[in-house]
């Protein structure tokens, strides 16, 4: 894969995971699973709602082949 390829196929993925994180956010923020009350006007909820649309999203686009899964294992080194 060249550069180009890759910074295309990279770019079509964020955009599809910033379209998901968008609804997923909402559907957890909507989801009575926490009190929305308690929390301040700050980032701190969203924050929260977000690391756990995130989780999801990765769980989402981890890869079933086991030598992709050392690849991404071997990059979080980095």
């Not at 301040?40 to 924050?47: A, G, M, V």
């Amino acid at each position: 894969m060249t550069r180009e390829q890759f910074i295309n196929k990279s770019e079509e993925l964020i955009a599809q995971t910033a379209d998901r994180l968008r609804k997923e956010t909402l559907r957890l923020f909507d989801s009575g699973g926490l009190d929305a009350e308690k929390y301040e006007d700050t980032y701190l909820l969203p924050k929260i709602v977000l690391t756990a649309a995130l989780h999801k999203s990765a769980d989402d686009w981890r890869p079933h082949d086991q030598a992709a899964r050392r690849e991404v294992a071997n990059l979080r080194h980095f």
